[in-house]
């Protein structure tokens, strides 16, 4: 099995930064893509990034667009979420997933880890 545990999450104002990591236990982790989803209350969970296997393959969503970058060390079994020049719309429950692949689906992933609560205030 593998556990995710996500931190970095807080209370920031906005045009702040957060970074969020998610720390991966086991060997495996570089076998597999890593992926952040969010979610704010009453509404459905939403892609923010993912990466390949080897970080060598990024995507955002539109709204992360020069702002948010995804990274990787699979020495350190650990995936980032830099986030820069936060808005109150940012705020939200930050999850990360592993996947077999890259995607922006969420039923494709396997595995989540329990959340970080990022909230912006203005």
């Known amino acids: 099995q593998v556990q995710l545990v996500e931190s970095g999450g807080g209370l920031v104002q906005a045009g702040d930064s957060l970074r969020l990591s998610c720390a991966a236990s086991?060997?495996?982790?570089?076998?597999?893509?890593m992926g952040w989803f969010r979610q704010a209350p009453g509404k459905e969970r939403e892609f923010v990034a993912t990466i390949s296997r080897g970080g060598g393959t990024t995507a955002l969503a539109e709204f992360g667009k020069g702002r948010f970058t995804i990274s990787r060390d699979n020495a350190k079994n650990t995936v980032y979420l830099q986030m820069n020049s936060l808005k109150p719309e940012d705020t939200a429950v930050y999850y990360c997933?592993?996947?077999?692949?890259?995607?922006?689906?969420?039923?494709?992933?396997?595995?989540w880890g329990q959340g970080t609560q990022v909230t912006v205030s203005s």
């Open positions: 086991g060997r495996t982790f570089s076998n597999y893509a």
């Open positions: 997933a592993a996947a077999d692949s890259m995607s922006d689906y969420s039923r494709l992933y396997d595995y």
